[in-house]
């Protein structure tokens, strides 16, 4: 009686116990063996992220709406689940966090969009190329190939699935791990992050502030025949096309980066205008534009006025 009473007591303990199985299969895709993305996909598929299709294929390749998207993006950072309609949850805190989204969720997204709404879970506020350079100088993407650009990001391409799950994957790499609101005002184009291996410093017209104006414009005096001065926009045109044309004969061939200003403008009593330029991010170079007449301007041969400049970094 002892003997058995003892195994249907074993018989018990093994019915109620979770049994493990000796092996875990793994995450397997007919299709994306030799795709690029094999180990973005199989680790998106491990954090549920994404799921595959019923014949055990993934379809990378497939292009994505932005609904999709949202939600891919949102199931990753918040408890945001479907709703009713399925998409209606992800597109209500969208809206509460002010993120650039349309008003057709089943159209596809393109990727200067996914650039937007990626960029604004960062809390800023950048719209267009200004948007792709902030993810391509925070690491947030690569781009198509080795060379780091904004073209080469092909913000016109529409996105698939396989980039929805690396994008995602960006974030996660980095570090992140929350979506923040975007702000309502268009964040300061002077606060872009450069591209890698582009230079630092000042490399848009739209970071010079009135007192990096005058730093620059303190680094050389003009000598006493030259004064600074304003310019008129539609002159001022005509010589900055003049300048970036001839670019690389008032410089050399690395200027990467020219930053042309008319604040930064002087003359002397002859009919040459002269430009002060910023080049590769700090480098002052003074430029003397004449005309050549029959509305031809040409740039003369510039000459550095200095490699550094304080508070241009």
Known sequence: MKKRLTLILMLLMLMTTPVMAATITPITFSDIQAHWAKDTITWGMGLGIALGFPDDTFRPDNTVTESQFLAMLERTFTTTRDGNPWYQPYYDLAKTNNYPVGTSPDALILRSQVAEIVSGTQGVNYTGNNAIQYLLGK????????????????????????????????????????????????????????????????????????????????????ADKYYWTSIEDKYFQQYLNAIQKDLKNITYDGAETVVISKTLFYKNDGGTKYFRVIVNGNQLWDVGVGYQGAGIYTATPGWKVSSTVEGVN
């Open 139 to 222: 690491g947030l993407a690569k781009g198509y190939t080795d060379t780091i650009t904004v073209d080469n990001y092909h913000g016109a391409d529409t996105l698939t699935r396989a980039q929805a799950v690396q994008f995602i994957k960006n974030l996660k790499d980095n570090g992140i791990q929350e979506i923040k609101a975007r702000p309502f005002e268009p964040s300061p184009v002077s606060e872009l992050p450069p591209l890698p291996g582009q230079p630092t410093g000042i490399t848009d017209v739209n970071q010079l502030t009135p007192e990096l104006i005058q730093t620059i414009k303190d680094k050389q005096a003009p």
